[in-house]
């Protein structure tokens, strides 16, 4: 008998490297687990055998009792056929990658007719379904009963998978937790009404081989125009959505996508990014991916909002979120960096008062534009921050795209000296949240990450993570998000549900924890890394000529 691939296996992402550098995974994944837990996780993960094929799109009978049939050849067809009559489907196995998802059949099935090595009856037992064997095989034998076939199924399930990320194995719940969350993805990028993303438009030169692996599915090859217009006509005639970058389309583009009926799914940096700048050309190793709006838009519904104001959180992902909060915060990582200063210069503060840090930001983002309600000075900025924290000393921390002389947004050092007591470009951002009291924002990250350790958060825009009830708003939250949440609530929205994550060492998507570990270890090469000096230059040039021309 031919032992047949695992049961618990990875969908076929193209040209990854596995990776054995990081330490097997510590959990309670290798403890016997019962039957109940390992089929209810596979249930509710719907995964196991070529879960990541296509879902089954023919005809399916009008019949309360679904009867599958996985015949082995023409003449077995008809015979079943005739045995089963009208109530019957026929699904058979495809060659190569066009593969059928056998979630999209059984979980419509009240019965299965199968050969014993066909992987579909372990998923049919977790399921609690009638199962009828034509011969002998891996996954059973016709005179076999049901407990046999349950000893099979869980036998499958309990074969130590090997981890793509680290040096060892791991055990069935946590094989099942990863192929969860490559599920995920991939059911996301085909898109709940069939609108697979098959093209994409707006995506800079120096991250479109991330953005392929982060928006890839298995049977339509994503495909990156630099013309807007070929890139609609193209998803227009796949019948497929078009993703784009926010802030490389235009209001055209997106009102001929809505004559055409063509989806447009926005993508952009996600809130853990890499360690370096996106004006350094540094790729994303996180992004979001929004079918609804985007998440700095308070103006307009998004993924991040709906998740926020109607999911509920199991307790295993509060819990999960509350693990991943202590260990950003233990291991200083903020969205483009890593690690803690050995600076002393941030300890140098007023004993007895109250430290406040105003983040600046760039000036002519589309998160100030579009949240920041009207207001997009960052001197204005530091200005109502003096107003309402009279008696405070201030910081004041320039964005470094900006103090690059990549962005938008400069404020001379004197100006900015005239409402803010000291200006820090020292240290991490990470560094700078230890050591200050509370945090003064428009709509920058930077509010987020300072909730993650616990400080006061004062937003004068409407970010994402403004009006949910752990935050002082002076900005005008949408009603949409009359909902208070716990912080490991947001947490588990904000960084576990909508983002996605991509591990710089074999090249999959990951879960966060996985590039945490990454970015901790310093284990995230650049394949851009020559053109950094490049970048460094032309930014150092064009911030001496604006510090030039303000004076």
């Known amino acids: 008998m031919t032992k047949p691939p695992p049961l618990l296996r990875a969908p076929p992402f193209p040209d990854w490297q596995p990776a054995t550098d ?3 995974p510590s959990s309670e994944d290798h403890a016997q687990a019962s039957r109940e837990e390992l089929f209810s996780a596979l249930c509710q993960a719907r995964v196991g055998g070529s879960f990541w094929g296509k879902p089954f799109a023919g005809p399916r009978p009008d019949h309360t009792d679904l009867i ?25 196995s495809l060659a190569g990658d066009h593969v059928i998802d056998p979630w999209s059949v059984l979980l419509h099935a009240t019965k299965l007719v199968a050969h014993g090595d066909d992987e579909w009856i372990a998923i049919a037992v977790a399921l609690g379904i009638e199962v009828e064997l034509l011969s002998p095989g891996f996954y059973g034998k016709p005179d076999e009963g049901r407990s046999g076939l349950v000893q099979r199924a869980l036998s499958a399930i309990n074969q130590p998978m090997f981890s793509p990320f680290s040096a060892g194995r791991v055990g069935p719940l946590e094989a099942i937790a990863l192929l969860s969350e490559w599920r995920r993805v991939i059911d996301a990028n085909r898109g709940q009404e069939g609108h697979t993303l098959v093209a994409a438009c707006g995506i800079s030169w120096w991250k479109r081989f991330e953005i392929k692996r982060f928006l890839w599915s298995p049977e339509t090859p994503l495909k990156i125009f630099r013309n807007a217009s070929r890139a609609l006509t193209y998803a227009q005639s796949h019948n497929g ?11 055209s583009l997106i009102d001929e996508a809505r004559r055409r009926n063509v989806p447009l799914v926005r993508v952009e940096d996600g809130f853990v990014r890499s360690v370096g700048l996106g004006s350094n050309l540094v790729p994303p190793l ?9 998440h700095f838009d308070p103006t307009k519904p998004s993924d991040l909002e709906t998740i926020l104001a109607h999911h509920e959180f199991s307790d295993n992902m509060i819990e999960r979120a509350a693990r991943l909060r202590e260990t950003l915060v233990a291991a200083g990582i903020s969205k483009y960096a890593s690690g803690h200063s050995s600076s002393n210069a941030l300890r140098e503060r007023q004993v007895g008062t109250r430290v406040v840090l105003v983040t600046g930001q760039v000036e002519d983002d589309m998160s100030v534009l579009a949240g920041g309600g009207g207001l997009t000075s960052n001197l204005e900025l530091l200005r109502r921050a003096r ?6 000393q201030i910081w004041w921390r320039p964005h470094p795209d900006v103090d690059a002389g990549h962005r938008n947004g400069f404020v001379d050092d004197t100006a ?8 820090v470009r020292d240290g991490s951002m990470a560094d700078l949240l230890d050591e200050v009291d509370g945090v003064h924002v428009l709509t920058s990250l930077s509010g987020f990450e300072a909730l993650l350790r616990g400080r006061d958060v004062t937003c004068h825009g409407t970010p994402f993570y403004a009006g949910w009830g752990l935050t002082r708003d002076l900005g005008e939250v949408p009603e949409r998000r009359g909902r208070n949440l716990t912080l490991d609530q947001l947490v588990a929205g904000v960084l576990l549900l909508y983002p996605r994550y991509l591990d710089p060492v074999t090249g999959l998507p990951c879960p966060p924890e996985v590039l ?10 650049n394949r851009l890394q020559w053109i950094a000096p490049l970048r460094r230059a032309q930014g150092s040039f064009m911030a001496r000529l604006r510090r030039k021309t303000s004076k």
């Not at 107003?387 to 405070?392: I, K």
């Not at 945490?516 to 090469?525: A, C, E, F, H, L």
């Open 68 to 92: 599958v049939l996985r015949p082995g050849s023409g003449e077995e067809r008809t015979k079943l056929l005739e045995e089963h009559g009208s109530g019957a489907l026929i699904v058979e």
């Open 416 to 423: 900015a000296l005239e409402f803010a007591d000291r200006i």
């Open 22 to 24: 990081l330490p097997p």
């Open 387 to 392: 107003d309402q924290e009279p008696a405070a």
């Open 516 to 525: 945490i570990q990454r970015m901790s270890n310093r284990q995230t090469p």
């Open 286 to 294: 996180s992004v979001i991916v929004d079918r609804v709006g985007i």
């Open 241 to 251: 959505a078009l993703a784009v970058w926010p802030s490389r389309i235009s209001p």
